[in-house]
Protein backbone atom coordinates (compact mmCIF):
# COMPACT_ATOMS: atom_id res chain seq x y z
CA UNK A 1 0.00 0.00 0.00
CA UNK A 2 1.52 3.34 -0.95
CA UNK A 3 0.08 6.63 0.01
CA UNK A 4 0.05 10.61 -1.53
CA UNK A 5 1.31 13.03 0.96
CA UNK A 6 0.96 16.26 1.03
CA UNK A 7 3.51 18.87 2.98
CA UNK A 8 1.49 21.35 5.52
CA UNK A 9 4.76 23.77 4.43
CA UNK A 10 4.91 24.12 0.64
CA UNK A 11 1.87 22.20 -0.51
CA UNK A 12 3.36 19.45 -2.25
CA UNK A 13 2.82 15.76 -2.85
CA UNK A 14 4.73 12.99 -2.90
CA UNK A 15 4.32 9.19 -2.41
CA UNK A 16 5.46 7.14 0.62
CA UNK A 17 5.67 3.48 2.06
CA UNK A 18 5.45 3.49 5.39
CA UNK A 19 6.19 6.64 7.64
CA UNK A 20 7.40 9.97 6.17
CA UNK A 21 10.34 11.53 8.03
CA UNK A 22 10.69 15.10 5.89
CA UNK A 23 9.48 16.47 2.84
CA UNK A 24 11.47 15.58 -0.19
CA UNK A 25 10.77 19.25 -1.87
CA UNK A 26 11.20 21.44 1.03
CA UNK A 27 13.28 19.76 3.90
CA UNK A 28 10.20 20.36 6.25
CA UNK A 29 9.65 17.99 9.28
CA UNK A 30 6.28 15.86 8.85
CA UNK A 31 4.12 15.23 11.21
CA UNK A 32 -0.11 15.08 12.45
CA UNK A 33 -0.04 18.13 9.93
CA UNK A 34 0.55 16.02 7.13
CA UNK A 35 -2.13 15.40 4.90
CA UNK A 36 -2.63 12.33 3.18
CA UNK A 37 -4.43 12.49 -0.25
CA UNK A 38 -5.20 9.48 -1.50
CA UNK A 39 -3.76 5.80 -1.22
CA UNK A 40 -3.34 3.38 -4.16
CA UNK A 41 -2.00 -0.09 -4.18
CA UNK A 42 1.02 0.03 -6.70
CA UNK A 43 3.95 2.29 -7.12
CA UNK A 44 2.45 2.38 -10.88
CA UNK A 45 -0.41 4.19 -9.62
CA UNK A 46 1.33 6.42 -7.34
CA UNK A 47 3.18 7.88 -9.83
CA UNK A 48 0.27 9.11 -11.61
CA UNK A 49 -1.75 10.36 -8.53
CA UNK A 50 1.30 12.49 -7.44
CA UNK A 51 1.29 13.64 -10.62
CA UNK A 52 -2.50 14.82 -10.77
CA UNK A 53 -2.40 16.05 -6.61
CA UNK A 54 0.53 18.23 -7.97
CA UNK A 55 -1.46 20.04 -10.98
CA UNK A 56 -3.52 22.42 -10.39
CA UNK A 57 -7.67 21.66 -9.75
CA UNK A 58 -8.59 23.41 -13.10
CA UNK A 59 -6.14 21.39 -15.38
CA UNK A 60 -6.83 17.95 -13.24
CA UNK A 61 -9.47 16.23 -15.39
CA UNK A 62 -7.33 17.37 -18.55
CA UNK A 63 -4.53 15.63 -17.26
CA UNK A 64 -6.60 12.80 -15.97
CA UNK A 65 -8.40 12.22 -19.40
CA UNK A 66 -4.50 12.55 -21.37
CA UNK A 67 -2.66 10.44 -18.85
CA UNK A 68 -2.05 6.85 -19.95
CA UNK A 69 -3.70 4.08 -17.89
CA UNK A 70 -1.34 2.92 -15.06
CA UNK A 71 0.95 -0.32 -16.22
CA UNK A 72 0.06 -3.80 -14.58
CA UNK A 73 2.89 -4.18 -12.33
CA UNK A 74 3.65 -7.89 -12.88
CA UNK A 75 6.29 -9.52 -10.41
CA UNK A 76 6.18 -12.69 -11.82
CA UNK A 77 6.62 -12.68 -15.53
CA UNK A 78 6.67 -15.95 -17.68
CA UNK A 79 9.97 -16.38 -19.43
CA UNK A 80 8.28 -15.93 -22.61
CA UNK A 81 7.66 -11.91 -21.59
CA UNK A 82 10.90 -11.78 -20.47
CA UNK A 83 12.52 -13.03 -23.53
CA UNK A 84 10.34 -10.74 -25.04
CA UNK A 85 11.69 -7.67 -23.47
CA UNK A 86 15.45 -8.96 -23.87
CA UNK A 87 14.43 -8.65 -27.58
CA UNK A 88 12.55 -5.56 -28.17
CA UNK A 89 15.82 -4.25 -25.50
CA UNK A 90 18.32 -5.55 -28.54
CA UNK A 91 19.52 -3.06 -31.17
CA UNK A 92 22.12 -4.82 -33.65
CA UNK A 93 21.88 -8.19 -31.51
CA UNK A 94 23.17 -5.93 -29.14
CA UNK A 95 21.49 -5.62 -25.20
CA UNK A 96 22.74 -2.59 -22.83
CA UNK A 97 21.05 -3.20 -19.71
CA UNK A 98 19.83 0.84 -19.29
CA UNK A 99 17.71 0.11 -22.07
CA UNK A 100 17.04 -3.56 -20.90
CA UNK A 101 15.51 -1.86 -17.82
CA UNK A 102 13.47 0.77 -19.59
CA UNK A 103 11.36 -1.94 -21.65
CA UNK A 104 11.29 -3.84 -18.48
CA UNK A 105 9.79 -1.10 -16.57
CA UNK A 106 7.39 0.22 -19.82
CA UNK A 107 6.16 -3.90 -19.35
CA UNK A 108 5.96 -3.23 -15.66
CA UNK A 109 8.36 -6.00 -14.74
CA UNK A 110 9.64 -5.17 -11.44
CA UNK A 111 12.62 -7.50 -11.75
CA UNK A 112 16.11 -5.48 -12.46
CA UNK A 113 17.71 -5.71 -15.57
CA UNK A 114 20.94 -7.07 -14.45
CA UNK A 115 18.54 -10.04 -12.75
CA UNK A 116 17.30 -11.09 -16.13
CA UNK A 117 20.29 -10.49 -18.33
CA UNK A 118 22.12 -12.66 -15.70
CA UNK A 119 19.71 -15.44 -15.86
CA UNK A 120 19.35 -15.30 -19.99
CA UNK A 121 23.18 -15.60 -19.91
CA UNK A 122 22.43 -18.61 -17.87
CA UNK A 123 20.36 -20.02 -20.10
CA UNK A 124 22.36 -19.25 -22.75
CA UNK A 125 20.69 -16.62 -24.67
CA UNK A 126 22.86 -13.80 -24.14
CA UNK A 127 26.63 -13.61 -23.67
CA UNK A 128 27.84 -11.07 -22.13
CA UNK A 129 30.81 -8.67 -23.28
CA UNK A 130 30.71 -5.99 -20.65
CA UNK A 131 29.83 -4.90 -17.69
CA UNK A 132 26.35 -3.33 -18.67
CA UNK A 133 26.64 -4.80 -22.79
CA UNK A 134 25.55 -8.15 -23.90
CA UNK A 135 25.15 -10.30 -27.15
CA UNK A 136 21.87 -11.84 -27.89
CA UNK A 137 22.47 -15.17 -29.58
CA UNK A 138 19.32 -16.48 -30.29
Not at 69 to 96: G, H, Q, W, Y
Request: with cysteine; proline share 4%.
Amino acid sequence: MYTVVRCASCKRCWGIKGRPRTCPHCGAATGDDTLIVSTVDNASELQREVALANTPEQLRKQLRDAMPKAIEVRDDPSATLLFSCIRMAAVDDIVKLERLGGVLRGNGIIISAEDVAEEAEAQGLLLRQSDDSYLLLQ
